[in-house]
């Protein structure tokens, strides 16, 4: 398998709404973290970290979409990751770990449903352009 991929359309869409998605996601964790946590029952000090690494990790799912090439390890780490996020998400829920009111943990289950459903989009992408 070589070790780059041309980015087809259906790729680099999925990547792109990755990281805008994952982006503004951070952006609001780092910005609204105190109504977040009346809300949400997230701790302040978990939305801002979290928020920080989003907003990172969106910046660097933007940069990796947008070459005309892209390498395929880097988007297999970032499928491996999404999917790391959405299972971990829903086992820190259901193991209470992460204290959130009920709304807060609809919002964990539909974030989780949300980066899970990137990563098969992404999984899929990347198998269609080999």
């Not at 029952?41 to 910046?59: I, N």
């Amino acid at each position: 398998m070589a070790p780059t991929t041309t980015a087809g359309p259906l790729l680099r869409l999925a990547l792109r709404l990755d990281a805008v998605v994952t982006g503004v996601n951070g952006l609001a964790y780092l910005l609204l973290a105190g109504p977040i946590d009346d809300l949400l029952g997230l701790a302040v000090p978990l939305q801002r970290g979290v928020g920080a690494f989003l907003l990172v990790y969106g910046v660097a799912v933007w940069l990796l979409a947008m070459p005309k090439t892209v390498n395929r390890g880097a988007v297999t780490a970032v499928v491996a990751l999404n999917a790391l996020w959405a299972v971990a998400s829903v086992v820190e829920l259901a193991l209470g770990g992460l204290g959130t009111t009920t709304l807060g943990a609809v919002w964990v289950v539909a974030q989780a449903l949300v980066v899970g459903g990137f990563a098969a989009l992404q999984y899929v992408a990347l198998r269609g352009d080999r």
